[in-house]
């Protein structure tokens, strides 16, 4: 599906087979130099959605460079085979490489999640069922870049913001003339981004809790988020994330005031908007998935005294 969005800015829906997000808002800028902000997975049913787009809005596919909110593969998949050009931020190419060029990444962060309870022979099916490794792509060469970096596209002067969060090194693109916020995954809509654990932050929740702040404080007239609805006013929604933090760190607390948990027993006792009523029932990923941002919690209640943390075989958290 291809949607206008203003002069010279568009939106092509590119599927994502198989996921829970099901798809993703890639926007274009068309001109002679054209810019995609957002791909896809590396997946040949989403790169042909993506050039068949691009060829109905009168964009030539080699002659477009590609802009990455951050390094997750459903937004960087396919910018390889898209560009030679591409542009994020230096922080999350680190890690996005490091993932794809050391198998030892993945192995590390297994092990990591084991001592925060996940279970061993569950957790090691992830090493084959991570969208990052199943769809991520090299990258020939990537332009750094930082906060307060100016890219010009088309009619559109884009500053770049970094919204650490949702990954370290995530970057939101901000058109002051025209108020529109390309806003990636530091704000949805219709669904909460993930706050996970990194290796590369202390506290990922608090990180994203203070770009929301920043972001705020924009005047913002269109939100353009990286999937489904972007209809929403983004003061109202920055609240609505805000309370729903708030609403999560109060059941991460509330689960280990009567004795000592890991992340995974945690996880259990926190509410998700999910169709399955049995933990039990939950897939590998979506388990993965909500023990990340268990530890985000835990991390960030620990690190303000709210909790304690205790490092033995395994990673246990009590009031």
């Known amino acids: ?15 994502l087979p198989g996921n829970p997000l099901k798809a993703l808002n890639s926007y274009v800028i068309a001109d002679k130099k054209a810019l995609i902000i957002d791909t896809g997975f590396n997946l040949d049913l989403c790169y042909n959605e993506m050039i068949k787009g691009l060829k109905e809005i009168g964009v030539e596919p ?25 542009y994020m931020s230096k922080i999350d190419a680190e890690i996005a490489i490091d993932s794809v060029e050391h198998p030892e990444h993945w192995t590390k962060l297994v092990e990591f999640y084991i001592r925060n309870g996940f279970p061993a022979e569950e957790a090691k099916k992830v090493l084959k069922l991570h969208p990052a490794v199943r769809y991520s792509s ?17 009619n559109c002067v884009l500053e770049v913001i970094h919204t650490p969060g949702h990954t370290p090194g995530h970057l939101c693109l901000y058109e002051a003339d025209k108020k529109i916020l390309f806003s990636g995954d530091h704000i949805l809509f219709d669904i909460t981004p993930n706050i996970t654990h990194w290796d590369a ?14 972001i705020y404080e924009l005047e913002v007239v269109k939100t353009l988020p990286g999937h489904r609805n972007f209809y929403g006013e983004h003061r109202r929604r920055i ?22 948990k890991s992340a995974w027993e945690v996880a259990q006792h926190i509410t998700w908007d999910l169709k399955y009523e049995r933990w039990e029932e ?37 009031a």
């Open 1 to 15: 599906m291809i949607e206008k969005i203003a002069e010279g800015i568009y939106r092509i829906e590119i599927p």
């Open 239 to 260: 609240e609505e994330l805000r309370e729903h933090h708030k609403r999560r760190l109060e059941e991460a607390l509330n689960a280990v005031k009567n004795g000592s």
């Open 138 to 154: 090299k990258i020939a060469h990537i332009n750094f870049l930082k906060d307060g970096d100016i890219l010009e596209f088309g």
């Open 282 to 318: 939950l897939p590998t990923m979506q388990k993965w998935f909500a023990v990340g941002e268990t530890i985000a919690h835990l991390d960030f209640l620990e690190r303000r005294g709210k909790i304690r943390k205790q490092e033995l075989d395994k990673i246990y958290y009590s």
């Open 62 to 86: 080699r002659k477009a460079e590609v802009f990455a909110t951050h390094l997750h593969a459903d937004h960087i998949g396919l910018a390889g085979r898209l560009a030679e050009e591409v």
């Open 201 to 214: 932050t202390e506290d990922a929740l608090g990180d994203y809790l203070r770009s929301l702040e920043r």
